[in-house]
């Protein structure tokens, strides 16, 4: 089946303990990107990637991450979590980002910083 | 920027009747739309979408409909079901997507 796989679901943790969400496509996407979503703000974009080894901050990337090794996955990293990242946070890919294309979203996961 | 909204945060339908939900953007230069779904607890899902060059696109009981003369963009439910229940938010995209936030829509039995 086709889909793009967020690990974990859920997540509670302190004040600067590092964390990693990890995010894994299995649709030979080239383009790949992460979001929050908090309530009244939408969906807004962390980072995304282009391509293997090509990674680009989004709107908000300040505290966030990201790394492109394989093409499959893209790995959220968070070096000092604080309570301001507490949010949702999706993963997407499309086949590629520079047309106009529709996006595939994970499930989802909702990170709590204490 | 680009800036898109949404006319109304919440939306209630009966039933077997028909919705629109409404989504604004700002900038003329855009040239594909597209509308998600997002269901409790789960990410969004692809609904529909509709390039520039188009002004009406008819899916499985959604149609949207594209003025660009007043950048105006809507999503059409027939025959609304419970299962239609959830946030539904267009996506607006220039040199990137910028994401409304997001209406959402009850059923009323």
């Given at each position: 089946?086709?889909?793009?796989?967020q690990n974990p679901r859920y997540l509670i943790t302190v004040t600067g303990k590092k964390l990693t969400v990890t995010c894994s496509q299995n649709m030979n996407h080239e383009y790949m990107s992460w979001y929050r979503q908090d309530p009244g703000l939408g969906l807004r974009q962390i980072y995304y990637s282009m391509n293997v080894e090509v990674?680009?901050?989004g709107d908000v990337p300040e505290g966030y991450k990201v790394s492109r090794k394989e093409k499959r996955n893209?790995?959220?990293i968070l070096e000092s979590p604080s309570p301001n990242q507490t949010s949702l946070y999706f993963c997407a890919s499309s086949p590629r980002g520079g047309r106009a294309e529709k996006l595939f979203?994970?499930?989802?996961?909702?990170?709590?910083?204490l | 920027g680009e800036s898109v909204g949404l006319h109304l945060p919440t939306l209630s339908?009966?039933?077997?009747?028909?919705?629109?939900?409404?989504?604004?953007?700002?900038?003329?230069?855009?040239?594909?739309?597209i509308w998600y779904k997002q269901e409790s607890g789960k990410g969004p899902q692809f609904i529909i979408d509709i390039r520039s060059n188009m002004d009406k696109r008819q899916g499985q009981r959604v149609t949207v409909l594209l003025n660009k003369t007043v950048k105006h963009l809507s999503l059409q439910i027939a025959a609304t079901q419970p299962g239609d229940s959830a946030v539904y938010f267009c996506a607006v995209?220039?040199?990137?997507?910028i994401f409304g936030k997001g209406t959402r829509l009850h059923i009323l039995p």
């Open positions: 089946e086709a889909q793009v796989t990674t680009d901050k893209f790995p959220l979203f994970g499930s989802g996961t909702q990170l709590s910083v | 339908v009966q039933e077997g009747d028909n919705s629109i939900i409404n989504c604004a953007y700002s900038n003329s230069a855009s040239d594909y739309f995209k220039d040199d990137k997507i």
